[in-house]
């Protein structure tokens, strides 16, 4: 058999063990002359080593693409899983409950949701969004209570992600009706408003009381440096007047 011209025949070998036979009997040398056989059947090794690093890399890229796309495929499928939470109604609460949870009266919180109702319904986009009662109700519980974002959605029938998106509305539609339930009294209303607090604290002249508190909370990423405190943690210095009544007159933050 020619040398030059030597070519492997039959099935291609598995092992290494098989190759360096096949590859002996074709070049026509002992099996137990192992420097000259390894010589020998050196370019077909390279060859062998050549195409054993290309079907791994294959398969390597395989099981990449798979990990990379299979969350995607099941992330799309649950998402055409929608989770129905029983909403909050206040028709199913007492009137002490309610004074507790969310400190005011059903007479007020169906006031003021009239009120910021259209505000609500214009800032939903999908066509079954979550009642506006129910984002009032949500968003007092929280001011209220000072609870997490994830019990309060819970107890209200909403997830955090959502609540998280009703919280913002309605604080926005509040800001934007703010000014038609806190306002200072007017100089022609000063004489009754010193007249009130001369009743409860028998000071004349006096038109309001003032205070001011520090609410903690998380800062933005610019300037954060302004709202560090002297106690070394973030927050907002809140200045407040209110009347005899307790009523808030004036806020500045």
Known sequence: MNRQSATFSGAVPTTSKALWKQCS??????????????????????????????????????????????????NRRWRHTPVYRPLVDLASLEDRHIILTYRLDTATITKLCAQLEP?????????????????????LH?????????????????????????????????????????AFPQVDDWATVKAEFYAVGH?????????????????????????????????MNVQMVCLADQHISHINA
């Open 119 to 139: 505000d609500l319904i214009s800032a939903i986009r999908q066509p079954t969004g979550i009642p506006p009662l129910v984002q009032v109700l949500s968003v």
């Open 142 to 182: 929280i001011l209220a209570t000072g609870y997490f974002q994830v019990t309060v959605g819970l107890a209200a029938g909403m997830s955090q992600p959502m609540f998280s998106i009703v919280l913002t509305r309605v604080l926005s539609a509040l800001i934007k009706h703010m000014c038609s339930y806190i």
């Open 203 to 235: 000071i004349p002249n006096i038109i309001g009381a003032i205070d001011s508190t520090h609410i903690a909370f998380d800062p933005p990423c610019q300037n954060e440096q302004m709202f560090r405190n002297r106690k070394s943690f973030h927050s």
């Open 25 to 74: 009997d074709v070049k026509g040398l002992p099996i137990g002359d192992t420097g000259k056989i390894h010589a020998a059947i050196e370019p077909e090794l390279q060859v062998f080593r050549m195409i054993f690093y290309v079907l791994l890399h294959h398969e390597h890229q395989r099981r990449r693409r798979r990990r990379r796309f299979l969350p995607l495929r099941m």
